[in-house]
């Protein structure tokens, strides 16, 4: 594989990462519904899978930056994802095993792309602004194909299959990752470690990453029930998948034009527009649960709901934290999506059957106003965002 351009490489494993992420966030609540969990049990379950992210990614990223041996870990933490998926058939099928082994799998599948991420910007150097997009799309067309594929072969076998269709992914992921040496433009091991809070007192450091956590927060009823959802009313396995991966398609759109919007618009309005936009997705899905074309057209919006913002967001982190500071940067990125998708969770899975997925859903659309109350520490333009 050594003719193989290294941005080739990179979007390889960005395709294997996603196709399990594409496979086990759509459906795995269906397995446990399936398994007999009830759904303040599967809320649990989904918090506990996202938990680890309160100090996993730091973990990783503090380890990152002080070894620099981000590949490495990376390597680590995909074998490790391949023995969990293989436990899941040898303990036993009750609640405390599968929250361990939950744990476990989230406490390594955060080392993987807050690390990778770091990787790729250092790999493609001065050339991130033109290839970053490029390359991450391979991720987003990795989700549909693990979405729209895994759907329509739970139509065919049982669902109780998917820990196995998990673990063959996760084994490919981990033998490409063989394909992708340590980038040299990376600094390597450190005796002493950049501090961060001058960076985290930066007025759009702080107010992003409290965005992203009032944004993550009303994702979370869509993360943790939104296939179920849809299966209570009637909805099959492929075209859930379907609904699942025309939002993917509309991420790889915006990851297409990000550079061109960037360029044009504030990040205040860019934002606010992510957080509005948002919103009435969760509204639409709340409304109309029975209607299949607004359910497609509130899918559309995820190019804004996650791609345009995690675009943002790689510049944030790439432009006020230092090459000795990605990995722990790129970790806080991941840590506070797992702040709001965790306590999302949480909320989403008590009250749950007492409000109806209908009211949840129009709650979190509800809940992304309070991330307007932060625009105003955004910098005005991407080119501030340099500014120290």
Not at 52 to 78: E, H
Not at 319 to 330: E, I, L, M, P, V
Request: contains cysteine; hydrophobic residues 55%.
């Amino acid at each position: 594989m050594k003719g193989i351009p290294v941005q080739h490489k990179l979007g390889g494993f960005y395709f294997f990462y996603y196709a399990i992420v594409g496979t086990f966030m759509p459906f795995w609540n269906l397995y446990l519904e399936d398994q007999g969990f009830h759904y303040q049990e599967i809320g649990v379950l989904s918090s506990i899978a996202i938990i680890t992210r309160f100090f996993a990614p730091f973990i990783w990223g503090w380890i990152a930056d002080k070894s620099g041996k981000r590949m490495l870990l990376v390597r680590i933490a995909t074998w490790m994802e391949c023995c969990i998926w293989l436990l899941i058939f040898i303990v036993p099928n009750n609640f405390q095993s599968i929250a361990l082994l939950m744990l476990i799998f989230s406490f390594f599948q955060n080392a993987i792309l807050a690390q990778f991420e770091g990787v790729t910007l250092f790999w493609l150097g001065e050339k991130r602004q033109q290839l970053y997009g490029k390359v991450r799309k391979w991720g987003s067309i990795g989700f549909i194909s693990g979405v729209f594929c895994i759907g329509a072969l739970l139509e065919v076998i049982s669902i109780s299959m998917l820990p196995l269709l998990l673990l063959c992914i996760a084994a490919l992921a981990f033998i490409w990752s063989f394909t992708i040496k340590e980038p040299s433009s990376a600094p390597q091991s450190q005796k002493k470690m950049q501090p961060l809070w001058p960076i985290l007192k930066r007025p759009a450091v702080a107010c992003f990453f409290l965005i992203e956590f009032v944004l993550l927060f009303s994702h979370a009823p869509f993360y943790s029930f939104y296939s179920n959802y849809l299966h209570q009313i009637g909805y099959s396995t492929g075209q859930i998948g379907l609904l699942w991966s025309v939002g993917v398609i509309a991420e790889i759109v915006m990851f297409a034009w990000a550079g061109w919007l960037l360029t044009r618009f504030s990040w205040r309005i860019l934002v606010c527009s992510c957080l509005l936009l948002t919103g009435l997705r969760w509204v639409i899905v709340g409304l109309y649960p029975h209607e299949f074309v607004l359910q497609l057209f509130a899918q559309t919006i995820h190019a804004f709901s996650f791609g345009l913002f995690h675009m943002i967001a790689m510049r944030i982190v790439f432009d006020n934290f230092s090459a000795g500071q990605q990995g722990r940067g790129q970790a806080l990125y991941s840590t506070m999506w797992g702040l709001g998708v965790a306590a999302g969770s949480l909320f989403a899975g008590h009250y749950w059957e007492q409000l109806s997925g209908q009211v949840i859903f129009m709650l979190a659309g509800a809940s992304t106003l309070v991330g307007l109350c932060f625009i105003a520490g955004l910098p005005k333009s991407v080119q501030s965002s340099a500014e120290k």
